[in-house]
């Protein structure tokens, strides 16, 4: 096997292992499915609303955010938890670390939801 199809080859499996770890993640995490379907309703609140393609752009960039922090918290926390089993307090400042930085791009995605959706939503009364 030629270098080249090795690296087409490592490059497949190398796809096909993130898209089985975010399977995995959506199976196991109650966080992340939560996540995924208030990106769902987003999703569909944007089909219905009929929103600009800035607020697609800024709505997917969201969304995209806020999943990405949420498969990294889940896999700080797996990795702090390979590693003990009782508490440790570095351990727990990791973990808390993590989940805070889930916490503060979920409500900057609420706020981000609201300049988006509001105008549109209050347009509705307005007519």
Do not use: C
């Amino acid at each position: 096997m030629n270098q080249e199809t090795k690296n087409s080859r490592m490059s497949i499996l190398s796809f096909r292992y993130a898209l089985e770890g975010i399977y995995q993640a959506i199976k196991e995490e109650p966080n992340l499915k939560f996540h995924l379907t208030m990106a769902i309703i987003a999703i569909v609140l944007g089909l219905f609303f009929q929103i600009s393609d800035l607020d697609w752009m800024l709505l997917i960039l969201t969304i995209g955010l806020v999943i990405t922090a949420e498969l990294t918290n889940t896999a700080v926390e797996t990795i702090v938890d390979s590693f003990t089993q009782k508490e440790h307090p570095a351990a727990k400042y990791a973990k808390d670390i993590a989940a805070g930085a889930v916490l503060i791009l979920a409500i900057t995605s609420i706020i981000i939801g609201a300049i988006i959706f509001l105008p549109y939503i209050i347009g509705i009364f307005i007519k």
